[in-house]
Structure formats: structure tokens, C-alpha cells
């Protein structure tokens, strides 16, 4: 039996133990080539059905049109941030963001480096505990795009639903719930996620971007920042981090065993909703950051009304086994974060551990 934490990291955070023995099964001799994928040239047939199978596993998954190209890029979402301004934010254009949070922010502050940015909407004055509501959005005039963040990872907050942007492109960082839930791709603009949250190990950002944006970047912009430049080489314009798509790839095979998107979409609010219950259910003694109608189904943010009762909190699921439960130093207090490859059984034991923490404490 392997020994396996119960593990809430916010990312890097857990993957599925069956693909993890896969990719062990594979490590040293990727079927019978004598070598890992790791050390196979990029240029190889073997990472070429890699590369391409990946690619289609998410067209597939997620229903993407031909109308979209589904990029394989490195330098993390935080890349992205500047990333897009740079290829979609042309002088005489607005960017506009919706604030949500933590996330949201280092976006908006990297699109000021490029251009001019508007706020569509904000949370901040409720100290980002919840979404704004779809109806307080304004799109300026002049908007290049509309931003937003799916779900605030530090926050635990998610949109439940999507603004309608009309023509003007919706972006979205799907980072931390990309594939935990349906979602209509197609009337996105583009989206974007570091993997190592739902997707597989970090290295690897995966871009979906319609084509025709794709295609208007700036001429002066150079080589690597560029969709179309990834686009046109089918995202082997360098080096690709191989071993990490290779992951992905892994992890996507994992999800459509599962069933698909809306399986695992009703395993994770089974799972997720166990720990609401616990804090809703504690008379309050557990306090949810978030909004209830804003609650992330990804990252569950709460508090006990003492700081000192958090860290004994902390300190004692660590010694039972539990990992990654203490909040992101910007909002202090507890998180678990609840991805795609965070079992059942982890989150019925954290339940189980907060009934019993509060039993003793409260
Ligand atoms: N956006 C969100 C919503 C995130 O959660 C994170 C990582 N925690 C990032 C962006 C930054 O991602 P990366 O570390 O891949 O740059």
C-alpha cells in the first residue's frame, strides 16, 4: 500500500495516484524506445503523438471549434499576464478587469506595463470575499478584452457564471479550476492555466486562444511572445517542457475515465461540499471567507476566531497526516484545496478532523 498524505496543497498540489504509477511504470523506457520521454528529441514521432493527442484530448473534453488553438507555452500564467496585453492591447485600446482578488490584481498590475487598463468591476471595498455580480460589470468603451479570473485561488472564490461580453473578447485565468467543471470555451476569447493545479505538474501553461486574436499581434513583438508564433509551429517553435504535456496528457486519460468534465464536476462538489458542511454546520466556530454564493469549489477559505486555535489547528492535521491546510499568508487562515485529484476520502477525513478538532476546542 502506498503511503499517500492527505494532501491540500494549493499548487503544486496532488495528482491522481494511478497516473503517477503510470508515468512510473514509463519512466525509464517510454513503450519499448529504450528511453524516458524526457530524453527523446521533441522533434521525435513519439513526442509528436504526444504533443498532438494532448492537444486533442482537450478539443475534445472541453468541445473547443476549430476556431481556437490550443498552445503548449511556458513561464506559468504569470507570463500570461503580460503575455496577452502585449499581443491584444493595441495603443488607442482599454483593458478592462473584473478585481475578484489576489490573482486577479498581479494581472491588472502587469497589463499597466503594457497599456491602458480600466476596472470592469471590483470586489475589493468586501475585501474580495466575494464575485461581483455579472450585472455590475462595464465594459468600457475602446476594451480590447475583459478579464477575469475564474476562480481566486487565495480568495476561494469562483464565478458561477460567465459575463456575456458581447464582441469584445472574454479572457479568462482558468488556472486553478481549468477542467473541474464544464465550461462553453467557445465564447471565451481566450483562456489560460498553469497546469499544476487540476492539469499535472508545473512548466507546462495551457492557451486556448481564438484564432483570429492569435493572430494581431503587434509586428515589433518579439519572437516567444507571440501566439502566433506557437500557433503556426504547433507549439514546437523550441523546446517544449515534454515531460510535463506528457503529464497532462496522463492526467487527461485519467479524467475521461472518470467520465469527462461533468462526472468529475459532481465529484468535486461532493467532495468540496463536505467541508462547507463542516464549517456550516460548526454553529460558528469555523467562519467561511467567501460568500456563500461566491464559494469556490476548488479552494475552501475559512477561519477560527482565534489565530492562535489556527495554528494548533495547523500543527495538529499535520501530525494526522494532512498537508497544505494553512491559508496563503495574504489572507491568513485555513484552505483546502480541493482539485480534481483530491479524493473523497481525503476531504470525509478532513471533515471528520474538523468535527473532531472542534469538539475539543470549541
Ligand atoms: N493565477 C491563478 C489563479 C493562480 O492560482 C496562480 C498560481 N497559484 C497563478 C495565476 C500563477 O501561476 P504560475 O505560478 O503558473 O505563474
Redesign the pocket.
Known amino acids: 500500500m502506498t503511503n499517500r498524505a492527505y494532501n491540500f496543497n ?2 503544486p498540489a496532488a495528482l491522481p495516484l494511478e497516473v503517477l504509477q503510470q508515468a512510473q511504470e514509463q519512466f525509464v523506457d517510454y513503450h519499448g524506445a529504450g528511453m524516458s520521454i524526457m530524453e527523446m528529441s521533441h522533434r521525435s514521432a513519439a513526442y509528436e503523438q504526444v504533443n498532438n493527442e494532448t492537444q486533442a484530448l482537450l478539443r475534445e473534453m472541453y468541445g473547443i471549434s476549430d476556431n481556437y488553438h490550443v498552445l503548449f507555452l511556458q ?5 500570461q ?1 503580460a503575455m496577452f496585453p502585449m499581443n491584444l492591447l493595441a495603443p488607442d485600446r482599454v483593458g478592462a478587469y473584473v478585481m475578484t482578488g489576489s ?1 486577479a490584481d ?1 494581472a491588472l498590475k502587469e497589463g499597466k506595463l503594457i497599456g491602458e487598463t480600466a476596472i470592469a468591476a471590483s470586489s475589493e471595498a468586501d475585501e474580495y470575499r466575494r464575485i461581483p455580480a455579472l450585472s455590475d460589470i462595464v465594459i468600457p468603451e475602446r476594451a480590447a478584452y475583459v478579464h477575469i ?1 475564474s ?4 480568495e476561494g472564490t469562483q464565478f458561477q457564471a460567465f459575463p456575456d461580453t458581447k464582441d469584445v473578447p472574454l479572457i479568462a ?1 482558468m ?2 479550476d481549468i477542467l473541474s467543471r464544464p465550461v462553453d470555451i467557445n465564447k471565451f476569447g481566450m483562456i489560460y492555466a ?1 497546469a ?2 487540476n492539469l499535472g505538474p ?1 512548466g507546462v ?1 495551457v492557451v486556448i486562444i481564438r484564432k483570429d486574436l492569435a493572430e494581431s499581434s503587434p509586428k515589433t513583438l518579439p519572437t516567444m511572445l507571440r501566439y502566433d508564433t506557437h500557433a503556426k509551429n504547433n507549439s514546437l517553435y523550441n523546446t517544449p517542457p515534454s515531460f510535463s504535456v506528457f503529464m497532462v496528457n496522463l492526467v487527461l486519460k485519467w479524467i475521461q475515465s472518470k467520465g469527462g468534465v461533468e462526472q468529475v464536476a459532481e465529484l468535486n462538489r461532493a467532495k468540496t461540499n463536505l467541508i462547507y458542511n463542516a464549517i456550516d454546520q460548526s454553529g460558528g466556530f469555523y467562519k467561511g471567507f467567501a460568500h456563500t454564493d461566491s464559494r469556490s469549489m476548488m479552494n475552501v477559505t475559512f477561519r477560527i476566531h482565534s489565530e492562535e486555535l489556527e495554528k494548533q489547528f495547523v500543527k495538529e492535521s499535520e501530525q494526522q497526516g494532512f498537508v497544505g491546510l494553512k491559508g496563503h499568508r495574504s489572507v491568513g487562515g485555513l484552505r483546502a484545496s480541493t482539485y480534481n485529484a483530491v479524493t473523497h476520502e481525503s476531504c470525509q477525513a478532513l471533515a471528520s478532523f474538523m468535527a473532531d478538532f472542534q469538539k475539543r476546542n470549541g
Open positions: 494549493a499548487g513561464g506559468g500564467a504569470s507570463t499576464f490573482w498581479k479570473t476562480n481566486e485561488t487565495i485565468d488556472s486553478s498553469g499544476q493545479k508545473s501553461t
